[in-house]
């Protein structure tokens, strides 16, 4: 009798399977599969069987992702658009000596004292915002389109090839953050490095062509824009020199990414956990908290990268961290 069960059983699964190489479609419940479409497997009455997944959920898939890069793009420029004179107040104000009589009041007069003497468009606005639009879509794009494969491969990989949304945990969030931080900001230090350097040295300009304020006082512009900046850079320093500076901003975009997607996808996880609707308040929650939370772990970093971009008399990264601390401390960095 188990001799016949077993025989029953075998062919079964020979049969399936060779409607799985045919092109026929096979229902089981509502699960449609398609012989020639990808692979997966279901089970039939105690049969394990291979069973191939549709186009339509891998085309879904690559829509789903290609519509989180434009989208994370799209918003990225706008953003940075709307937000490049705060931009610009903080690397003027991270590069800015504390010896400066102008920093002494704390960086709200910094910044008035700016608007003041050079205007909210010339001295805030105007300085890297093509660069910076420019770095901030290409890194968006890359870090949002990834951040859920990366993170769905390394809970498919922990959980042994099955992917389960319950053993989503924060370290997968973390290190899948870092990941895609480390690599979405690797790739666009040129721009970041000329963004910086135009900021940094913005100050009101003589007559003659001379800075009569800020960190290049005395002295003439050296980077005015994003094309002719980079190749200034290039022609004096050659070509590598485009990518100075890429360690600290890897450093920045994976604390930066870790930070950001630990806070909101991490919340959310949480909520949902605890039964929390998602809806708009808890987007909107999830968002400040990523907004603080990248905010926090990637201060330190923030700091580093935009003052060993700006100061080329820096020889290595580690000259100035000890500036830095030996300035104002470990709080300092923050």
């Known amino acids: 009798m188990a001799h016949q069960h077993a025989c029953v059983a075998v062919e079964r699964k020979a049969s399936l399977a060779e409607m799985f190489r045919s092109d026929q479609h096979v229902r089981f419940g509502s699960l449609a599969v398609n012989g020639k479409s990808g692979a997966g497997r279901v089970l039939l009455n105690g049969v394990r069987v291979d069973a191939p997944v549709m186009d339509d959920e891998r085309t879904s898939a690559t829509n789903n992702t290609a519509a989180k890069v434009i989208a994370a793009g799209a918003a990225a420029t706008i953003s940075s658009g709307l937000y490049n004179p705060l931009d610009c107040l903080r690397v003027r104000w991270q590069v800015a000596s504390k010896s400066d009589p102008a920093t002494s009041r704390g960086i709200f007069r910094f910044g008035m004292d700016i608007v003041k003497s050079e205007g909210v468009i010339k001295g805030l606005w105007r300085p890297g915002l093509t660069s910076n639009i420019t770095a901030m879509c290409l890194s968006n794009a890359a870090r ?27 370290m997968h969030m973390l290190t899948a953050g870092v990941i895609c931080g480390a690599v979405g900001y690797a790739w666009i230090t040129p721009f970041v490095l000329v963004k910086t350097m135009i900021q940094a040295e913005k100050g009101v300009m003589g007559p003659n062509g001379v800075y009569l304020t800020g960190s290049r006082a005395g002295k003439g512009a050296y980077v005015q824009h994003l094309v002719s900046g980079a190749v200034r850079l290039a022609q004096d320093n050659g070509l590598m020199s485009l990518f100075r500076g890429t360690l600290p901003l890897s450093a920045r975009g994976a604390l930066f990414t870790s930070g950001q997607f630990m806070g909101y996808d991490g919340l959310k996880t949480l909520a949902k956990y605890h039964d929390v609707e998602d809806g708009p308040a808890l987007h909107m929650v999830s968002s400040v908290t990523a907004s603080l939370g990248a905010s926090l772990f990637s201060a330190p970093a923030d700091l580093i990268m935009a003052k060993y971009m700006a100061d080329r008399r820096y020889k290595n990264i580690t000259a100035c961290i000890r500036d830095i601390y030996k300035e104002a401390g470990v709080l300092g960095f923050w």
Request: glycine fraction near 12%; aromatic fraction near 8%; charge should be neutral.
């Open 144 to 170: 949002f389109g990834a951040y859920e494969n990366v993170r769905d491969a390394l809970v498919s990989l922990s959980a042994g090839g099955e992917l389960r949304s319950e053993k989503k945990s924060a």
